[in-house]
């Protein structure tokens, strides 16, 4: 890609007609991007979504609730839709998506800890970093999520503590 346009220290600006270039991008990158609509319905999602929540082979996610999409415990538990649990109102994803769709502010690099559903049956903790974003298209407003699996981070994090208070508690003795 060494040209005139890469050349000029611009921005992804000048690929503006390019869509083919920018769903690449989407697609190969490592986190999970999710477009919603105001009611929280999945209207687009690139290919770390699948490796990410590991959706039922065949199983179509489009228009389909945000946590129903993503296994959301809750929702599969409660066998309700996302919205209607009785966690839906400390959801944090689902609270930072209506900030930034309410308020046009984007929410940066927020946490949950939550376990999900994959393949249909297995659940599993999951720990999760995501930031969200009002997006315009064509006269629509659309919330932006970018996902990010931070599970074995987190793990190895708390692993590590835990045996620092071990070492405390066992110096103290």
């Known amino acids: 890609m060494k040209d005139n346009l890469s050349q ?4 992804f600006g000048y690929l503006h ?4 270039f920018l769903n ?5 990158i490592t986190s999970c991007v999710i477009l919603l609509d105001r009611e929280m319905n999945l209207h687009a999602f690139n290919e770390p979504f699948k490796a990410l929540f590991s959706p039922e082979v065949n199983e179509s996610m489009l228009y389909r609730k945000c946590g129903n999409g993503i296994g959301c415990s ?14 839906c109102n ?3 994803i689902r609270e930072s998506a209506l900030i930034s769709y309410m308020n046009n502010t984007p929410i940066y690099k927020d946490l949950l800890s939550r376990d999900f559903y994959i393949n249909g049956n297995k659940k599993i903790k999951k720990h999760l970093q995501f930031s969200t974003r009002l ?9 932006v999520i970018i996902l990010n699996d931070i ?6 994090q708390i692993l590590i503590k835990e045996q620092a208070g ?6 103290k003795n």
Do not use: P, R
């Open 74 to 87: 809750y929702a599969v538990e409660e066998n309700k839709e996302c919205g209607q649990t009785s966690e």
């Open 135 to 143: 997006f315009y298209y064509k006269m629509d407003k659309y919330i």
């Open 17 to 20: 007609n390019s869509s083919e």
């Open 24 to 28: 690449l991008i989407i697609n190969e």
């Open 151 to 156: 599970t074995d981070l987190t793990t190895q």
């Open 8 to 11: 000029n220290n611009q921005s």
């Open 166 to 171: 071990l070492i405390i508690e066992m110096s």
């Open 90 to 92: 400390t959801c944090s």
